[in-house]
């Protein structure tokens, strides 16, 4: 099971940090990404993060240089620190597992397995 919250309303250049809380699921082993859904606009991928093999991240190009991946202390928490928002960065924002691939160079196109519900996201003019 995978949740996430820490979405909000904010304004545009503002900054926010969503954290994606997984049952025990460890960054040793799974890969944990971001994603999101803009109303009228397929899913796109964000970032993702492993530890497996020493680690990896990956971002978007929409999101490098403005949004940080991080995982917590016990390897089961993943944070997504975006800052600079605009507003067609609205959306719904998940975060989904995947043990096989592991942020491969294609993670944003390939299926993950547990979604979390998402937390909306709204970055006002």
């Known amino acids: 099971q995978l949740v996430e919250s820490g979405g909000g309303l904010v304004q545009s250049g503002g900054s926010l940090t969503l954290s994606c809380t997984t049952s025990?699921?460890?960054?040793?082993?799974?890969?944990i990404a971001w994603f999101r859904r803009a109303p009228g606009k397929e899913r796109e991928g964000v970032s993702c993060?492993?530890?497996?093999?020493?680690?990896?991240?990956r971002y978007a190009d929409s999101a490098k240089g403005r949004f940080t991946i991080s995982g917590d202390s016990a390897k089961t928490t993943v944070y997504l620190k975006m800052k600079n928002l605009k507003p067609e960065e609205t959306a719904v924002y998940y975060c989904?597992?995947?043990?096989?691939?592991?942020?491969?160079?294609?993670?944003?196109?390939?299926?993950?397995?547990?979604w979390g519900r998402g937390t909306q996201v709204t970055v006002t003019t």
């Open positions: 989904a597992e995947d043990e096989d691939r592991l942020c491969s160079a294609l993670w944003s196109v390939l299926p993950f397995g547990t």
């Open positions: 025990g699921l460890s960054l040793d082993n799974y890969a």
């Open positions: 993060i492993t530890y497996y093999n020493g680690g990896t991240t």
